[in-house]
RNA sequence: GGGCCAUUAGCUCAGCUGGUUAGAGCAUCCGCCUUUUAAGCGGAGUGUCGAAGGUUCGAAUCCUUCAUGGCCCA
């Protein structure tokens, strides 16, 4: 290396050490494979086993500390980091040299025997080390880390390498989902996966992403919701069927809305939204248990209390008592705007009835809900896909259940009158033609199914990732998802 | 869609009431160092100050527009 040096880019400078190592007849990316016989964290954590045998342990330098003809390399691998001593008088000069030529970021394999220096520090005392692979770029610094948020999310490996508690969030997603899966598992539910790519985007109301298939020459839309197909498959005699699977909705981005998203959707024959309330705080609670031990779990600087039951809020009449406004009595359109105005709430003046009043209610209902609750008994006008409660057939058989003031979880008894359910899309596409372009089109399709015949049936529909940021603390729907959608670089 | 804020070295950040040659730590490069761990000691270079215009004798700094991101609202 010449003085020179400093005329080259970090990247330069990593080839030319690439270049270097394969003239010294090295190819750093020709090792297939390293037999790894201990994982760091193992080496350290079971110290007495290991001490004075040799290990081979592998990862990526993270730090080097060199000290003339030995030098102290730190290495990390997927259980956490370990200590590698590598001295000139072990190794021969020619192999101790390489340190000349590796970088922090790059893959060693190191064989040695385990011991404890003066401070104590679990070491392993390098025999033979393996170049294993170069890195030809800079990691974030050390001491700060990562923290630049949109790089965070664009080079997400790097975030992970950074930011070692990054990936405590992930594990719990993928631990929480396992739970999910063990749970209805247990429950009798069969796991299904349904089209992605549909002719119509229903279930609920949001605009979906549309594509093109070019051999059928027709638009398809990317799925919205789970809800219809996980239905037809009720029908066909599936009595207990779930799906966990992304969805799609061509909407904002924000702390708590992606483009694409997961949703739990679970149906069970012969049982309503009682079921599902009994269900859903059974999963929920055991969920929090099994993951810390305790049903109490920190949230933003508040404790949710995950154990079941959960209290029961009849919407209409937490309406009333908020507003002293039955709902009943809001008849038109105009009739909500005035309400809306009357609160003090903004909304959007082409808003309909149906949607000026869910955001009346997210306005002064929704926020008072922080420990888990189910709001219950919506409007049938805002619930298109649940029965009607017999006591109230205005009212629907549905819940929605609130935690920290934000929708987690939707459920009802799933409306199987196939004549009153095209009575309701019929109404939809009155809204749409009215220009609501969130509502989905007929689906003629789906009401063959239930002219079939459908049993009663419960059903609900849960975010996992606003689950997985509330048992992880997590402000951001980013801070869930790997890879959160962003805008191209240009 | 609206408001506020941010963008400076590979990374984390200072500098911003306009004023000499834009700084620090980590990382990098050179030298020394065989039990260090934010190793240490000595030396060196970091750069289209997000982009484009404008004001000015002079702009990282002030103004405008744009880009990207964040937070809040819709």
New binding site residues.
Partial sequence: ??????????RE??LQ?LQHLRERGIEPYRATRYEVTALAEQVVSQFEAYEGHVVRVAGRIT????????A?I?LRDTSGRI?T?W????LGPSTYELL?DL??GDFVGVEGTV???????V?V?AQAVEVLAKSL?????????????????RQRYLDLI?NPEVRRVFEIRAEILAYIREFLKGRGFMEVETPVLQTIAGGTEARPFETYHNALGMPLYLRIALELHLKRLIVGGIDRVYEIGRVFRNE????R?NPEFTMLELYQAYTDFHGMMELTESLLGGLAVHLFGTPDVPYQGTVIHWAPPYPRVDLVERLFEKTGVRWETIQSREDAHALAQRLG????PRFDRAQVMDKIVG?VVEPDLVQPTFLWHHPVDISPLAKRDPQAPHLAERFELFVAGRELANAFSELNDPLDQRQRFIEQQKARLAGNDEMPPLDEDFLLALEHGMPPTGGLGLGIDRLVMLMTDS??I?DVIFF?T??P??
């Fill in positions: 290396m010449s003085e020179q040096d400093h005329r080259f880019s970090p400078v990593r050490k730090a080097m500390r060199r000290h003339g003809r030995a102290f730190d200590q001593h001295r000139e008088d072990v000349d970088d922090l011991f404890k220096t003066r401070r104590q520090e070491t005392e770029r800079d990691l974030p610094e050390k001491r700060h880390g990562l923290t630049n948020i949109d790089l965070r999310y950074a904002g981005i924000s702390t809305h709430i903004q909304v959007d306005a402000p951001s980013r959160p962003m805008r670089l240009a």
